[in-house]
């Protein structure tokens, strides 16, 4: 109906009959430990981005509201098209809703309107394109509307459940879905989501942040405005990074604060040409699997007890990860996998040697599958570091020496439990220090057993990151039933 040149004319009008103008600047965000933890370049960025899938937390007055507004009238001159606002209920849906109207009402170019005090709101333009306020209840009812494109507005405070919902919405048309909300009292699945979005993932998806300070025209002097300045002052850090900087709380406490999925996380196809052997770890809980394969890289050689050793790329292709669960549930997870038939060996916690009353876990791999588990003993200090060492940019080859596949879950379940390695990174930390404590200390032993699997499998394959005093402690030994 409207050509390119003519949407992109009109869209200049409406933004500018609503006053509108994007930021744009380069807003870094760091953490409480002074890491970088995303680069904001304001509202220009995320107006040009193309995927389908975005997700923006937003600062107290970022213009998050207006921003997703705007980008909404870019899909307002479809024929007959459909747009949806969804919100935990009708109200909080409102302000989306009024943005969107002001300038089409201003240049005539309304047909008709529903806009009660209470209740659902609804535009239709003369060219027969519907807008609709709804409430994320409305999402499980109403199942006969396939909308062009969708609006989450305060996703945070919806359910996951709610986002499935606007992908089932959005399936029939392959509709863009965004998503705008604060961190402040977001539900987990929020934050978890925003962390894969932030590197590479299977869905597609990208989050952004818009920070406070990168509306200069609220805050002029950016992060260096007074305001902003007084409002860290009188907070807490963390609820500055939620509330104010719009990225999630990251403990200062992680063991591998390191991890960085923009860094550490990408594609990792099973490649038949490479070895692949499992690391594992059977503990109480939770029971962990990992698929491991590396490769040389041929021109990059290190220094070693005095030898030159060659540098080897690591890859965490996938993983099984169970709760509650025991090896004879885990095994047909495991060998249904298609890279199964092609692994060679693997590493086992030197407590799967250890009888129970039963048979070993070693002894039942082998029985159950014919894989024979290597194990050897080291501790958890050992373990850990080995992980840093490869998360670390090697000095020699630019890069990390850890990757793990994108595919992989990094959410947690209800009760705060991690559902894979990637969740671990963010969950596995040290205890909150107290006067007295000792500084040798070990991390909480919770949400760590993929990490543990590859430490373990790591100091197998590759020997230790650092040289160890002999008087070092040695590690715990524990069960697995």
């Known amino acids: 109906m409207f050509s390119e040149a003519e949407q992109a004319r009109i869209l200049r009008l409406l933004w500018a009959e609503a006053g509108y103008k994007p930021t744009e600047g380069y807003f870094p965000v760091f953490d409480l430990e002074g890491n970088e933890r995303t680069v904001s370049r304001g509202q220009r960025e995320i107006h040009e981005c193309t995927n389908r899938l975005v997700m923006v937390t937003g600062g107290i007055r970022a213009g998050k509201s207006q921003f997703l507004a705007m980008e909404l009238l870019k899909h307002i001159f479809r024929d007959r098209g ?31 309107e529903s806009i009660p005090e209470k209740g659902s709101r609804s535009l239709t333009t003369i060219w027969g394109c519907r807008v609709q306020t709804k409430s994320a209840k409305d999402l499980a009812t109403v199942a006969s509307f396939a909308p062009h494109a969708l609006a989450g507005v305060e996703m945070g405070q919806q359910t996951h459940a709610s986002y499935e919902k606007l992908q089932e919405r959005a399936l029939e048309h392959g509709s863009r879905i965004f998503m705008t909300g604060t961190l402040e009292d977001a539900q987990p699945w929020y934050a978890d989501l925003w962390e894969k979005w932030q590197g590479s993932n299977p869905e597609g998806g990208r989050s952004f942040s818009l920070p406070s300070w990168s509306n200069t025209a609220k805050f002029p002097l950016g992060r260096l405005d007074s305001k902003i300045k007084d409002l860290e002052n009188g907070i807490t850090p963390e609820l500055f990074l939620q509330r104010v900087a719009a990225v999630p709380y990251k403990s200062s406490g992680l063991v591998f604060k ?40 041929p021109h990059f050689t290190t220094v070693a007890s005095g030898r030159q050793v060659q540098l080897h790329e690591v890859r965490v292709i996938d993983e099984i990860y169970e709760h509650d669960t025991s090896v004879y549930d885990v095994i047909p997870l495991v060998v249904a996998k298609p890279w199964w038939k092609h692994v060679a060996a693997g590493v ?134």
Not at 86 to 111: N, S, T, W
Not at 268 to 273: E, G, H, I, V, Y
Not at 279 to 286: E, F, L, M, R, S
Request: proline share 6%; charged share 25%; hydrophobic share 40%.
């Open 82 to 112: 459909l747009i949806w606002l969804v919100g935990p209920d009708y109200e909080q849906a409102k302000g989306e809703f009024d943005y969107m109207y002001a300038p089409l009402k201003a240049m005539a170019l309304i047909e008709s």
């Open 258 to 297: 390191i991890f960085d999925r923009r860094l550490h996380v990408k594609p990792l196809p099973f490649d038949k040409t490479l070895p692949i052997e499992l690391a594992i770890d059977p503990a109480q809980h939770t029971y962990a699997v990992l698929a491991m394969q590396w490769r040389p890289l």
């Open 348 to 481: 086992i916690d030197v407590a799967g040697k250890q009888h129970h009353a039963n048979k070993s876990q070693v002894q039942i791999w082998r029985e159950e599958t014919g894989l024979n588990l290597r194990s050897r003993k080291i501790s958890i200090p050992e373990g850990i570091e080995v992980v840093r060492h490869r998360l670390r940019v090697h000095p020699i080859a630019g890069q990390p020496l850890l990757y793990f596949a994108h595919h992989m879950r990094s959410d947690r379940d209800v009760q705060g439990r991690a559902h894979g390695i990637i969740a671990e990174a963010g969950l596995y930390k040290w205890p909150d220090w107290t006067e007295g404590m000792s500084q040798a200390q070990r991390p909480i032993d919770a949400n760590n057993d993929a990490f543990k699997a590859l430490g373990y499998w790591l100091f197998d394959k590759f020997g230790s990151a650092i040289e160890r005093r002999k008087s070092e402690r040695k590690s715990e030994i524990r069960g697995y039933l």
